[in-house]
Structure formats: C-alpha cells, structure tokens
C-alpha cells in the first residue's frame, strides 16, 4: 500500500527525513523508465526507491498537452521498458490521452511507488561526507536519499525568446504549454512563431478555425511523406552507435528535417497554409513588424519555441555550468556523483526525451547508480535479492514483464 502523506504544517526541513536509497524526482516517462529498471535491481518500493511528482496524477507532461496532438510513431515504437504500448483502438497513431492511459497503467502494473501531488522545492547536500545522503525537501516533506535522479522534464520551464516591442502587444501572447485547441481562437488572427513539429501541428490546426501567419526563425524542412518516428528512432540509434565507436557523428533526427509529416500538417500543405514568413524583428501594440516595416496586425501570438530543462530544484547544490546545464559524464553529474539527470534530450542521452529512447538511458543509469550503491560501506542488501522470475512473465527489449 502507498504510505500516507499530510502536508506538514510547518517547515518541512523541521521534519525527520525518511531515508530512502534512490529518490527519483519526476514520474512522467523518464521517471518511470528509471523505476522499472531500480525495480528489476531489487530495490524495495517506497524504501528503496521512491518516485515524487508534482502532478495530480500519472502521466507526466502528456497529461497537459492539447487534445488532438498524436505520436510521430506506431504504439509499437513508443513502449517503455518491459510492456509494449498496446494499440489504439481505430487508425492512426496514438493520441495523447492513449499515452496518458498506458503511461497510467504501467505505473499501476509494475506497482510503482509513486508519490502525486508532491512538488520538490530544493536538493541540498546533508554535509561534506561524499557518501552521505541528499536533502530532497518537498511540499509533503524532506527526503535524505543515496542517489537522486532528477527526470522532471522540461515542461514546467516553457522557453519564450525576446524580441523588442514584446511587452506593447495589447493582444494575447500564450506559449504552446498553454494551447489547449482552437475552438478559443475561432476567427481571430494569430501568429503562430516556430518551425519545429509543435509549430507545424499547431498551424494546421487553427488554419481551420483562425487567419494565421506562420513565423519561423529559419525555413523549416519537411521530413518526406513516408517517414514517421521508426525511422527517427533509426537515426537516432545510428547517431548514437557512432559516437560511441569515436566515428564521425551522422546527425542523427536533426539531419532528416525539422517537420514530421503526419496527417493533419500533410493536409495543412494540401490546403496551402504551410508556407513561413521569416521571423518578426519587433512586436507592435497591434501586432508584429519586420524589418523591411512590412507589418501584420494579430490579436494573438502564439509561442511555439520549445522549453528548457526544469532543474530550478537543483540550485542549492550550485551546479550550473557556464552554458546553464549541469555537466555530467553520461547521466551522472561530474560535481556531484550522487545525482543523476534523465529525460532532457540529447545532453543526457540521444534520444532520451522520447518514450521509446528513455529505456537505453535508464538502464545504463540504474547500472552505475546500483554499482555506486552496493560500493558504499553500508550497501543495501536488497540489491541483491533479484525478483524472481514468473512462469507467466514474458520477456520483452531484455526485461521480465510482470504479470498484472
């Protein structure tokens, strides 16, 4: 049973922490990856490792995502470890609240110690002792922790570049974090800013509903009709096997094209509205401007420019390097062993922001968190008390699927 939290009424550094082995910070895919993998290496749930998310339930980022966004892949190609993503029902890729559904129910098959609705405010280090614990203060209490893996995403920090004029626009601005469909934006005019997939899916769906314009920073490139996430997933893989045997590096995703084909933006070019205009040099009460002063008046822009990595929690342990990313040596920061970082793209392993590419990442940071843990004077010996192996279990991408 899930031990029971009360929200403390005072401060919650007050509070005894509960000591845990591994604190995993995050439960949306890259959270989960990582549990399975911590719950094949024997460590106890809610002991052993603990997972604590911010959200009301499961689900991570794909919870909060507009209604009608779908996979780049078939389900079969966007599975975490150890249970394949079961098939939607009718055609098509999976839409979000598929991937809501599986993502709930695997947390509930594996039995995964979940904490919801608790928000991590701050990780600070307990003393000087290099093989101490980690202070996980949250808004439900403190936890002191061997290892920390912070997997909380990129989500919670949406990315809104600036440009002069952007605090005159007496329109609305709103990042794509905030889209939740166009029926809000039946005709009006809007300005929909970013070349990437967000970019192109949110265009085509309001091209339907609103006059828009579409701005991007550079032309956008359309992957060909027939490419979906398998052969992403195959560049990324490609990529990766090439860094690691020190051969030149392929370019990966990023050398196919910015844009997936898929239905909606497919129909989008067929009615004419995928055509970007450069990017905007200002913003104007009334709308955009560029530098030739050709002007377009807008009631709405719409930010579709990405997100960055959510470590505000992380601050206390000063971390940052000077490009604003901790630096780590695979997913482990170099400062500070006893922390982890998966899920946050390429910097933390090739393909590792993707259902599918998080399973790699996570196994081979389970591997180096554990063998830190079974060195440490005090090891914990239900690391090596592996699950036993049912005979109703069936093997899958190397992992034992348990029965539900």
């Known amino acids: 049973m899930t031990p029971s939290l009360s929200t403390p009424n005072t401060?919650?550094?007050?509070?005894?922490?509960?000591?845990?082995?591994?604190?995993?910070?995050?439960?949306?895919?890259?959270?989960?990856?990582?549990?399975?993998?911590?719950?094949?290496?024997?460590?106890?749930?809610?002991?052993?490792?603990?997972?604590?998310?911010?959200?009301?339930g499961p689900g991570g980022a794909w919870a909060h995502v507009w209604p009608s966004l779908r996979l780049f892949s078939p389900a079969e190609y966007s599975s975490l470890p150890g249970w394949p993503m079961p098939a939607p029902t009718g055609r098509g890729f999976p839409p979000a609240a598929h991937v809501?559904?599986?993502?709930?129910?695997?947390?509930?098959?594996?039995?995964?110690?979940?904490?919801?609705?608790?928000?991590?405010?701050?990780?600070?280090?307990?003393?000087?002792?290099?093989?101490?614990?980690?202070?996980?203060?949250?808004?439900?209490?403190?936890?002191?922790?061997?290892?920390?893996?912070?997997?909380?995403?990129?989500?919670?920090?949406?990315?809104?570049?600036?440009?002069?004029?952007?605090?005159?626009?007496?329109?609305?601005?709103?990042?794509?974090?905030?889209?939740?469909?166009?029926?809000?934006?039946?005709?009006q005019r809007v300005v929909v800013v970013g070349g990437g997939n967000t970019g192109a899916q949110v265009l085509a769906e309001l091209s339907e509903a609103a006059r828009t314009t579409w701005v991007t920073a550079r032309p956008p490139t359309f992957l060909p009709d027939d490419v979906d996430g398998r052969a992403l997933f195959m560049a990324a893989t490609a990529r990766r096997q090439a860094l690691d045997a020190g051969r030149p590096d392929p370019g990966g995703v990023a050398s196919l094209g910015d844009v997936v084909m898929v239905p909606p933006v497919r129909e989008a070019r067929e009615r004419g509205v995928l055509v970007a205009r450069p990017m905007f040099s200002r913003l104007?009460?009334?709308?955009?401007?560029?530098?030739?002063?050709?002007?377009?008046?807008?009631?709405?822009?719409?930010?579709?420019?990405g997100f960055r990595p959510d470590l505000a929690h992380l601050a206390p342990l000063g971390l940052r390097g000077a490009a604003g990313r901790i630096p780590t040596t695979g997913t482990r920061a170099l400062a500070e062993p006893r922390l982890y970082l998966v899920g946050y793209g390429d910097w933390t392993g090739p393909g590792s922001a993707t259902l599918i590419g998080v399973g790699r990442t996570a196994r081979?940071?389970?591997?180096?968190?554990?063998?830190?843990?079974?060195?440490?004077?005090?090891?914990?010996?239900?690391?090596?008390?592996?699950?036993a192996r049912s005979a109703e279990g069936v093997r899958h991408e190397g992992g034992l699927t348990s029965p539900r």
Do not use: K
């Not at 530098?291 to 807008?298: G, K, L």
């Open 11 to 56: 401060s919650a550094w007050q509070l005894e922490p509960i000591e845990v082995d591994v604190a995993v910070l995050g439960a949306g895919q890259a959270g989960l990856a990582v549990a399975y993998y911590l719950r094949r290496a024997g460590l106890r749930a809610w002991t052993g490792y603990v997972l604590l998310d911010a959200n009301p």
């Open 100 to 187: 809501v559904d599986y993502l709930t129910r695997y947390e509930d098959r594996y039995e995964l110690p979940v904490h919801h609705e608790v928000r991590v405010t701050g990780v600070s280090r307990l003393d000087d002792d290099g093989d101490g614990r980690l202070l996980v203060q949250t808004t439900a209490g403190v936890w002191a922790a061997r290892v920390v893996v912070s997997a909380t995403g990129t989500w919670g920090r949406p990315f809104v570049p600036f440009y002069p004029g952007i605090d005159s626009f007496a329109g609305c601005q709103l990042h794509s974090a905030q889209y939740a469909g166009p029926q809000e934006f039946v005709g």
């Open 284 to 305: 104007t009460r009334t709308g955009v401007e560029w530098s030739d002063c050709t002007a377009e008046e807008a009631d709405v822009v719409l930010w579709c420019t």
């Open 364 to 387: 081979e940071t389970v591997a180096d968190l554990t063998a830190r843990l079974e060195a440490l004077p005090s090891a914990p010996r239900r690391l090596r008390q592996r699950p």
